[in-house]
């Protein structure tokens, strides 16, 4: 058991979003618990933050003043209905205290009345598992259901008079029970999964409350064992993330996964066909739910977004990416790799076309999570996922960081809910440029990583050097070509500025006593076996490059453009030649634009330079219109 970090348990308003301009300051009010905290969150409306203690759970408002304290021993997990109203703990299983032999209660649901300050016992039952404890309510908080057994749900009214009489239950005969969920929206619908057993097919069935004896919606199939479900807003369709533990074609060490569309209507049901194989990393509906967006594939990963029937409205460029969150307004996306990956962040307004806002890197992130406002954008490094660097960072949608806390020790962090009417409309974001001034610490942090590194972003610096070529001239600093010119006696423009045109391996071969080259009769020498390689490499290279024999293009991809992540663009044979064509003739000019300055050229750089008409004559009869000095 630990304490709980102290920025959670100040979080309520620490971070407030109110008047636009985040104020980073703590809850003067709230008093930070003195002894160990198991779990802390804020209500699902926001209007109160609990965490629990040791023999009871406190109940805060949101200025941090306590309200009141609800008796309860040993509490280890809390789940909020959705409407805030109650909250579902689950306490460590004890005996009870007689001589029946029988375990005590350990899962409550206390109906709060934050304004009378008073709680309420709506139902109590032993549940010894940590899994399957927790009851799902409907949104506006009238009935709620919960697991019996492992064929049968049971449904209940959410009041204290009457919150242990059964109102009605589903009872299931295809199988066990594995996985359940309730659905949101003003007309609750409740979809189930049965995985196979002994060569039965998996079902996914869907029923409407409070009619149970017949599914309005149902799916069967194989290779099913167990089954994540996701609701759009309405509750009017939902996704079904089916995997299996061991993959059979024995490609996949993460096992398979399929995922499956369906509607409470009964009019459509089908499996989402993926274009590429590999685990489904991440799946999410947008706020409007009209569409819903899917990440998947062996990396790169494959980002394609979906309209509620399934069909393919837009796909990303491949890249690193396992997480995609719609900020509130569906306006905004953030598309990032995190965990195992290096946490680039990016950024793109759905409104426009999917075109790019901005883009960041939040290394060793393990919660992202987008502010109640749409606007800013909160990562953070967790334990016990990572122990080191634990922190909070604040972003601005245009990836300017604006708050950094770090802290030994962090386990959890969240944004206390506001309704989107609390804030300006998203029409009058400016994410060209930050509508916020950065806090101190974000200045300091950036200060410090820019002492450390000499530069506040990471990538790639340019060709790799060994330890003992770096920060040399001369020799060490000129290329194999240079090496082999003033070997073979060629004269190059750099080789009077190193050494006279020696290299060190030209000065090694008249190192005194040492061993000569041997040559086997009748082997081909070594240079010939080289030239011949080269030659053989570079005709390989130009088949490649005009398509191939017949102009057919084998084992080759083109490169993704803004044609080709449209969905149904397809590049013509032409297309594709006059493409590669158009890439050599920029190489041709830049050895040009070389050769000008007086800069060292190999000889196939010269013969390449020399195939400029050819390539010019290959593009006018494609149909290619440039000027006459090159220009692409």
Not at 31 to 45: F, G, H, K, L, M
Not at 406 to 425: G, H, M
Not at 440 to 468: C, D, M, N, Q, W
Not at 482 to 491: D, F, L
């Amino acid at each position: 058991m630990s304490k709980i970090p102290q920025f959670f348990c100040r979080l309520p308003k620490s971070i407030e979003l109110t008047e636009g301009q985040p104020k980073f300051k703590p809850v003067s009010n709230f008093v930070s618990p003195t002894s160990e905290v198991r779990c802390s969150a804020y209500s699902s409306d926001g209007k109160c933050f609990v965490y629990t203690q040791e023999n009871e759970v406190v109940v805060c408002s949101i200025d941090g003043q306590q309200l009141f304290t609800i008796p309860n021993k040993f509490v280890l997990d809390f789940v909020f209905s959705e409407d805030g109203q109650f909250l579902t703990t689950w306490s460590r299983p004890v005996k009870a205290n007689d001589d029946s032999g029988n375990w005590a209660e350990n899962v409550f649901i206390y109906k709060l009345d934050l304004e009378k300050k008073t709680v309420e016992v709506i139902q109590k039952y032993v549940n010894k598992m940590q899994s399957g404890w927790k009851p799902q309510f409907t949104a506006d908080g009238t009935i709620f259901c919960r697991k019996i057994n492992s064929s049968r749900i049971d449904f209940f009214k959410a009041d204290a008079a009457e919150g242990n009489k059964t109102l009605y239950s589903l009872s299931l005969d295809e199988g066990k029970l594995e996985e359940f969920s309730l659905s949101p929206g003003k007309n609750p619908s409740i979809a189930v999964f049965i995985p196979g057993s002994r060569g039965n097919p998996a079902y996914i069935k869907v029923y409407s409350l409070p009619n149970l004896k017949s599914a309005i919606s149902q799916k069967s199939f194989f290779k099913g064992e167990s089954c994540k479900f996701t609701w759009n807003g309405l509750g009017t369709s939902l996704l079904a993330l089916v995997t299996t533990a061991v993959d059979a074609s024995n490609k996949s060490y993460y096992g398979e996964s399929q995922l499956y569309l369906m509607g409470i209507t009964g009019t459509f049901d089908q499996k989402i066909n993926l274009d590429k194989e590999g685990p489904i990393h991440d799946i999410t509906w947008s706020p409007t739910s009209r569409e819903f967006a899917v990440i998947y594939g062996y990396m790169p990963s494959s980002t394609t977004f979906f309209d509620s029937r399934g069909n393919e409205i837009h796909t990303l460029p491949e890249s690193s990416r396992n997480t995609i969150i719609y900020s509130p307004h569906a306006k905004y996306i953030l598309v990032a790799g995190f965990g195992n990956l290096q946490g680039h962040v990016e950024i793109f307004d759905r409104q426009k076309k999917f075109s790019k806002v901005a883009e960041f890197k939040a290394s060793n992130t393990s919660v992202c999570k987008w502010a109640p406002d749409g606007r800013f954008i909160l990562t953070a490094t967790t334990s016990p996922r990572l122990r080191v660097d634990n922190c909070v960072k604040i972003w601005y949608l245009n990836g300017t960081l604006c708050y950094v806390k770090n802290y030994d020790v962090l386990y959890n962090v969240d944004w206390r809910y506001q309704p989107l009417t609390d804030f300006p409309p998203i029409h009058t974001c400016r994410p060209d440029k930050c509508e916020v001034t950065p806090d101190i610490s974000a200045v300091e942090f950036l200060a410090k990583k820019t002492s450390i590194s000499g530069s506040t972003t990471s990538g790639p610096k340019g060709a790799y050097r060994p330890p003992h070529a770096r920060n040399r001239t001369g020799a060490a600093s000129r290329s194999l070509a240079e090496v082999e010119a003033a070997r073979s006696g060629r004269s190059s423009p750099s080789s009077d500025e190193s050494h006279s045109g020696e290299s060190f391996f030209s000065h090694s071969r008249r190192i005194p006593g040492a061993t000569p080259r041997r040559t086997i009769p009748g082997a081909v020498p070594l240079e010939k076996k080289s030239k011949k390689k080269r030659h053989h490499k570079k005709s390989v290279n130009n088949e490649a490059s005009t398509g191939g024999i017949d102009g057919k293009t084998e084992g080759t991809k083109a490169a993704p453009s803004e044609r080709s992540l449209v969905v149904g663009g397809v590049f013509s044979l032409e297309e594709k030649k006059t493409r590669n064509l158009l890439k050599k003739l920029r190489s041709i000019q830049k050895l040009k634009a070389k050769k000008e300055r007086g800069e060292f050229l190999e000889k196939t750089q010269e013969l390449k330079i020399e195939t400029e008409s050819k390539v010019r004559r290959d593009l006018e009869a494609l149909g290619w219109k440039g000027d006459k000095e090159g220009s692409t």
